[in-house]
């Protein structure tokens, strides 16, 4: 074979694989590469003695979260030894527009070791900043509050991670339910109503909470 048309025609393969190459790389990058992808969230608190772990996926904007987060403390406050408890993010923008921007706060925050104690004031506080125009500055006096860099928590709550983060927590929700609404629960994974975890004129109830509880454990325990 006339060595010309060998070079000619390695050539051409040497730019085909090019082509490839790059393309691969393009497409890689537009979707982040996958050793970048970002995990959900994993603030637990807890000892989890029981094997139990409660997820909460909440929206720190939503006032029915809020009427929530007096049982839900209580029920922590019983059960601490025994379960885990899990808070992530499901900021519903069309309705909460501060609602990402405070699951940011608390991202930031936690990069101090400081989520669960951001996670309290914004609750605290929800009527302050929910229609604030300049959020950020309230959430920077939470901030020195708890006892955190400020200018370090400012950096962090503009960080490409934290809305990763947090985007990251609504795509792992999407992959259970479709329906989003504030408060939802799950305990080991499993959809809890919030029907099941109100009395009966609709109000949250911490001895609801309690009997899902006991039964999740006793299921662990045969």
Request: aromatic share 12%; glycine share 6%.
């Amino acid at each position: 074979m006339d060595k010309r048309f060998l070079a000619i025609l390695g050539g051409i393969i040497a730019i085909f694989i090019g082509i490839f190459v790059i393309t691969q790389v393009s497409s890689d990058d537009k979707n982040g590469g996958s050793n970048n992808k970002q995990q959900p969230t994993n603030h637990i608190k807890g000892e989890g003695k029981k094997g139990v772990t409660l997820t909460e996926y909440g929206d720190f904007q939503c006032p029915i979260c809020l009427a929530y987060e007096p049982s839900v403390k209580e029920v922590y406050s019983r059960f601490s030894k025994d379960i885990y408890f899990q808070f992530r993010n499901l900021p519903l923008v069309s309705i909460h527009p501060n609602a990402f921007a405070a699951a940011r706060a608390a991202e930031a925050a936690g990069m101090q070791n400081k989520y669960w104690e951001m996670h309290d004031k914004l609750y605290e506080n929800q009527s302050a900043w929910s229609g604030s125009n300049n959020a950020l500055s309230l959430f920077k006096t939470y901030a020195q509050q708890i006892g955190i860099d400020v200018d370090k928590f400012t950096t962090d709550y503009a960080k490409k991670e934290v809305n990763d983060a947090i985007n990251a927590d609504l795509a792992e929700f999407q992959k259970t339910r479709q329906d989003q609404q504030t408060p939802t629960f799950f305990i080991n994974g499993k959809y809890i109503d919030n029907k099941d975890l109100s009395d009966n004129r609709g109000v949250p109830s911490a001895d609801k909470f309690a009997d899902v509880i006991k039964t999740e454990i006793a299921k662990q325990q045969q």
